[in-house]
């Protein structure tokens, strides 16, 4: 067996859990772990890097609800923090937040991690024996015999049943059923387990409309396809999340990074023609003529009605975020 396996191997099977004399020793590194290597198997990971990502969290929490039946909560925050006293596996702050970091000795929450951790790293010989299948086979394997003896991994199936459900909500359900949804479950759950279910579902949104939208920006036709993990548009929210807390559907469209930008600041609007509207406040002598020419140019839509703006919150754009 090769030396740098043999070494790792050892390490994972002696990861240093929290325990708990009701529920017993912590099971959310083994889970990290897990989901790192779909990760990495998914083609998600490309690198050493781990960011924390809603494609992550996610795969997670699905592990976790699948595994653990001790009665622990499955929150992402602590292993991705705690994960840090194992030797292949170190965090990378944002940049002014090192001190804040170093003071800190256990994180729950969601935002805060995303707030002081840019990403974490694990060895980078570690991340090339995960990317070898027979490798990644035995250390999975490892996981399973040594962290949960009742399940075998030749007989466990891994479903992404979470991100499918969330995926039909944000498509199906209108803006006061999601809200009200919401609104249940902000009341029967504590906060970090609910910041962690907003920035999921945030993530989910992001991943969706750009997809509804067929990847191309929908003002100004600006379409690249490659064939990595990669997206040259973003998912906007027409009324800003922190207003309407609305991840529906109609309340998103797929733009262009710098359209993103000009549609926030108010320069372009939307019409209940679905045409673009360009602010008059913009000095078209010293403009970009392209920017000028998107005035009265229809949208692209999505192929189903159902998914269209919705024209409430494009008139809502209209009134308080356009510049007239």
Known sequence: MNVDL????????SLKRGFNKGLGKAPHKPILLLSIIRMIEQNKLLSNRIEI???LILIFKEYFKTLVFTGHVDNFSLPFFHMKSEPFYRLIPNGGMSHRLGK?????????????????????????????????????????????TQFSNDTYIYTDVSETKIQDEILKESKVTYLSKLERLRSSIDNDSYEEEVFLRGGVFKKT????????????????STHYNIQMVDACHIIPFSVCQDDTIQNGISLSPNIHRTFDRGLITINNDYLVRVSPTIDASSTTKSIIELDGKPIKLPSNKNHYPSLEAIEWHRKEVFLF
């Open 6 to 13: 043999k070494g790792y191997l050892k390490q994972i099977k």
């Open 53 to 55: 990502t809603s494609d």
């Open 209 to 224: 409309v750009p997809r509804i939208y067929e990847y191309t920006c929908c003002v100004t036709g600006f379409k690249i």
């Open 104 to 148: 800190e000795k256990s994180i729950k929450s969601i935002n805060k991690l995303s707030e002081l951790i840019a990403f974490a790293e694990i060895d980078k010989t570690l991340f090339q024996l995960l990317q070898r299948p027979e490798e990644r086979s035995l250390i999975y394997n490892v996981i399973f015999e040594e962290y949960f």
